[in-house]
């Protein structure tokens, strides 16, 4: 059900409170099954989202969340997204153990009770609904005190968060006595962000934040060598068995600590030399401060945490049978040519062959090349190559840059 006919920002301010309702829950299953439980409802002093785009027209994610008004049962928030739990239970380990993952979904706090949907995207394509809860903000068990408050400091603020990218920069590794490099930094993340297409046109649609919260040890996890720092938010390397994924699966604890500012974005910035680093739509985004691709990888995962891109490379071990090939995926820079017109047809030139080959004749247009998404066969990206598949150039392909720069005017136009 679409919203009524009036402004945009009138419906925010009919329906909501400038201000966070947080919704945990844990997510446990397997490759053949899942369990969704309720853990509890969280109020969250800021609203970093626009308040005029309510409702996602992007479609993008392997869940999509949605918020009724309870008593009409009128759409008045919605969005996709994606998860950690999503991407283990395509891994081998998911075949034989069975495993919980904390979870949560955020949307402007409602002044009148809700009933909070999540629908999870089949392997067909389709969605189903897994979850429902109804919320009343007069429920007593309401949690309403921050659980990790710190300071927070501006990077770069170009205007109100609610018509700008927000991003909040998170720490992890950093002890008290490294918050100066990490404030350090933030200022090299806010330089190098800036450097790359679009955003670098863009500056003045963001905002970045960092919190000031030292871990107690320098460092991160390193599994495989038997590495173990306790710091604040449980980052490791070997997430999924991958040695440069580099994630925390302690996802309420990051919801946390980045509650201390508004955003729209969370980054967490892991204090190691090591290559590594990862992101999921709509969840949070990681990366190292001291390898020589520091700035590379910090722009490659915003790709994924905020614009929803794909990775355009080949086979990876980590995973399993990640895409079926008969549909055609949410990501905007891959496609099966099920339904190429959704995606990059348009920006094709008639005198491109589709499938394109992959030759240096090619190799500096926009077209269809296959191999992505994790397979050799099947799988379609637009251009030979671009930072979203390997870091030889220096720069995004046209689609992913028109993706990027789409996702941008959602949440500042």
Known sequence: MLLAAVPAAAQFDRWFEPRTMRLDYYHTGNHGQEIWSFGE??????????????????????????????SSHRLIYSRGFSTLFFEWRTTREADTVTRTFPESVVFPYPKVPVDVEIHQRTWEGSWKKVFTYHVDTANYFVRRELRMEYPVFDIWISG????KVDIVILPDGYTEEEMDRFVADCWQFEKNFF????????????NLRAVLAPSAASGTDIPKEGKWVPTILGTSYYTLDSERYLMTPDYHRVRDLAANAPYDQIYILVNSGKYGGGAIYNF????????????????HEFGHGFAGLGDEYGPDETYGEFYNTKV?????????????????????????????????????VVGVFEGGGYMHKGMYRPMHDCLMNTFRGESFCPVCQRAIVRMIDFYCR
């Not at 190429?340 to 491109?352: C, G, N, Q, S």
Request: glycine letters at 6%; zero cysteines.
């Open 195 to 206: 450097t790359y297409s679009p955003y670098k046109e863009h500056k003045f649609d963001f």
């Open 41 to 70: 409802l969280i109020e969250e002093p800021h609203w970093g989202g626009s308040r005029t785009h309510l409702i996602d027209t992007f479609g993008y994610g392997n869940y999509f969340l949605k918020v009724f008004e309870a």
């Open 328 to 364: 055609e995926p949410w990501e905007p820079n891959l496609t099966t040519l099920v339904h190429f017109e959704r995606k990059w047809k348009d920006m094709v030139a008639d005198t491109i062959p589709v499938p394109t080959p992959d030759i240096p004749k090619y190799y500096g």
């Open 284 to 299: 949070y985004n990681v990366a190292v401060n001291g390898n020589v691709s520091s700035a590379k990888i910090l722009v």
């Open 160 to 163: 109100d968060p609610s018509e």
